[in-house]
């Protein structure tokens, strides 16, 4: 898998949308970039998945760059709830394809 | 979306005796299963992948041996870690995959089993 990079930590005010960037400069013309999050002590949760074209779903938005090399998760409307870590993740989208986890954005939505 | 359980959500053992995780997928049927584990702080490591009849493949510097994965249905993985120590306390997790989303291929996880080791 592509390596991706993100920011260890944000913060972002309650109700405002949160941004959340990624790094994968070396993503493959067949990789989608996928994003799941972390709350404390649970499994991790889809939240969105692109190939080139912006996404968007009843969770999120997903941005993607031209050239494939970047891209934005966008929570419109933070809530306390979304207080996650956030896992930016390139893999292919066929057979058996393992995830595999970076370290991720610890997101803290604040009051 | 497709629910993954796991059972015990917790549980403590003592150093020396094994202790068995199930992974359930309860709403489809799941030819392949992931294992991870995650150490405080730290990310998701992958383990090994469950392949329903047949045997896991374990990623490397992960023991076989001390970590038995049986895949015995289309809804039912475990994982057995064998006697277990200190250091084997951790959070493990499963995921699974819907063969039917076709495209989407998205992973569905588990709430997770902390296990911790005395």
């Known amino acids: 898998d592509a390596k991706t990079t993100q920011p260890p930590s944000m913060d972002c005010a309650e109700g405002r949308a949160a941004n959340l960037p990624c790094n994968h400069s070396?993503?493959?013309?067949?990789?989608?970039v996928y994003w799941y999050r972390q709350i404390h002590s649970q499994g991790p949760q889809y939240i969105i998945h692109g190939l080139k074209n912006n996404e968007t779903n009843e969770m999120a938005s997903l941005i993607i760059t031209e050239d494939r090399k970047s891209s934005t998760l966008i929570l419109p409307h933070a809530t306390l709830r979304d207080t996650a870590v956030y896992y930016c993740?390139?893999?292919?989208?066929?057979?058996?394809?393992?995830?595999?986890f970076g370290t991720g954005t610890r997101l803290t939505i604040i009051p | 979306g497709a629910v993954v359980s796991q059972h015990p959500s917790r549980v403590i053992c003592k150093s020396g005796t094994s202790v068995k995780i199930e992974c359930r997928s309860l709403?489809?049927?799941?030819?392949?299963m992931f294992w991870y584990r995650q150490f405080p702080k730290q990310s998701l490591m992958l383990m090994a992948t469950s392949n329903e009849g047949s045997k896991a493949t374990y990623e490397q510097g992960v023991e076989k041996d001390k970590f038995l994965i049986n895949h015995a249905s289309l809804t039912l993985s475990t994982l057995t870690v064998t006697s277990a120590h200190p250091e084997d306390s951790s959070f493990y997790i499963c995921?699974?995959?819907?063969?039917?989303?076709?495209?989407?291929?998205?992973?569905?996880f588990g709430p997770g089993t902390r296990l911790t080791v005395t």
């Open positions: 993740i390139v893999r292919g989208n066929f057979g058996n394809e393992k995830l595999t």
């Open positions: 070396t993503i493959s013309g067949n990789e989608y």
């Open positions: 709403d489809f049927q799941a030819t392949t």
């Open positions: 995921s699974a995959r819907d063969p039917l989303t076709g495209m989407r291929n998205e992973q569905y």
